[in-house]
C-alpha cells in the first residue's frame, strides 16, 4: 500500500492564482482531511470529509474548496492565491471512528509558496 | 472553542535519559487523546492513543498518561536516543475532528 499521497510536493504560484492540490488514499479510508501547517506552528484543520459526496468546514476554510467524488480522492482547491496561503498542506485519512478512536494517516505535504 | 497546548520551548535531553512532554486542554475531556511524530519534511505518524477511562498506555519506550482532574496528558519517552529527535504532537478529537497542538520539539544528544 502505497498511504496517502500527496503531489505536488513543492509549488510556486503567484498572487492571484489558482491550483488544485492533489490527495489519494489506497486504504479504503472513508474519512479524509486536509490540514495546513505554519512554521512552528501546529496543524490547522481546513475542510474534511466523512464519504464520498460529503464534505464540511474546519477551523480555516476561508479561500478553499474541496470536492469528494470517490473514496480515493480529495483534491483542495486554492481559488485567487494570497501570500497568507503559503504553508505546508497535509491530507490525512482514518477509518471510521467515535471521538478521535482511529488515528489519521498522513501524507508528506506539498509545500506551497505564494509570491 | 477548543484548545489544546503543548510547550513550545524545545526539550534538550541527553541520550539515555527520560523526556517527558506536556500537552494541556480546555474545556471538555475528550474521549481519547492522540500522540503523533513529525520528522523535518514529513507528516505525522501516530503513535499513541490513550483512552478517557485509561490512566496510562505503553508501546515500547513510549509511556502516555491521562489525566482528566488536570486536563492533561503526559508523554514519556525513556531511555532517549537521538533518533527519537523529532517533533512531538497531542491531538484531541471534537467529533470527527482532531485538534492539535503546536507540537514540542525533542533533540536527544549523544
Known amino acids: 500500500n502505497a498511504g496517502v499521497t500527496q503531489t505536488p510536493k513543492f509549488r510556486i504560484l503567484k498572487i492571484g492564482q489558482s491550483m488544485t492540490l492533489q490527495c489519494t488514499q489506497d486504504?479504503?479510508?472513508?474519512?479524509m482531511y486536509w490540514y495546513r501547517q505554519d512554521p512552528g506552528m501546529g496543524l490547522k484543520l481546513i475542510y474534511y470529509?466523512?464519504?464520498?459526496?460529503?464534505?464540511d468546514k474546519g477551523e480555516v476554510p476561508n479561500g478553499y474548496n474541496v470536492s469528494r467524488s470517490t473514496t480515493e480522492d480529495f483534491p483542495l482547491r486554492l481559488e485567487l492565491a494570497a501570500p497568507s496561503q503559503t504553508s505546508v498542506y497535509f491530507c490525512?485519512?482514518?477509518?471510521?471512528?467515535?471521538?478521535?478512536?482511529?488515528?489519521?494517516?498522513f501524507g508528506n505535504g506539498t509545500r506551497l509558496t505564494v509570491t | 472553542s477548543q484548545k489544546i497546548e503543548q510547550n513550545s520551548e524545545a526539550l534538550n535531553i541527553q541520550e539515555g535519559k527520560t523526556a517527558t512532554l506536556t500537552c494541556n486542554y480546555t474545556?471538555?475531556?475528550?474521549?481519547?487523546l492522540q500522540w503523533y511524530r513529525q520528522d523535518p519534511g514529513r507528516g505525522p505518524v501516530f503513535l499513541l492513543l490513550?483512552?478517557?477511562?485509561?490512566k496510562e498506555k505503553r508501546k515500547e519506550r513510549l509511556k502516555v498518561t491521562f489525566d482528566t482532574t488536570l486536563k492533561q496528558s503526559l508523554f514519556h519517552i525513556t531511555a532517549s536516543q537521538p533518533a527519537d529527535s523529532a517533533t512531538y504532537l497531542c491531538?484531541?478529537?471534537?467529533?470527527?475532528?482532531?485538534?492539535f497542538g503546536g507540537g514540542t520539539r525533542v533533540l536527544v544528544k549523544p
Open positions: 486504504m479504503n479510508h472513508n474519512y
Open positions: 490513550i483512552r478517557e477511562n485509561e
Open positions: 491531538a484531541k478529537a471534537a467529533g470527527n475532528k482532531l485538534t
Open positions: 474545556n471538555y475531556s475528550p474521549a481519547y
Open positions: 470529509s466523512v464519504g464520498a459526496g460529503i464534505t
Open positions: 490525512a485519512s482514518s477509518p471510521p471512528g467515535q471521538g478521535g478512536s482511529s488515528p489519521l494517516h
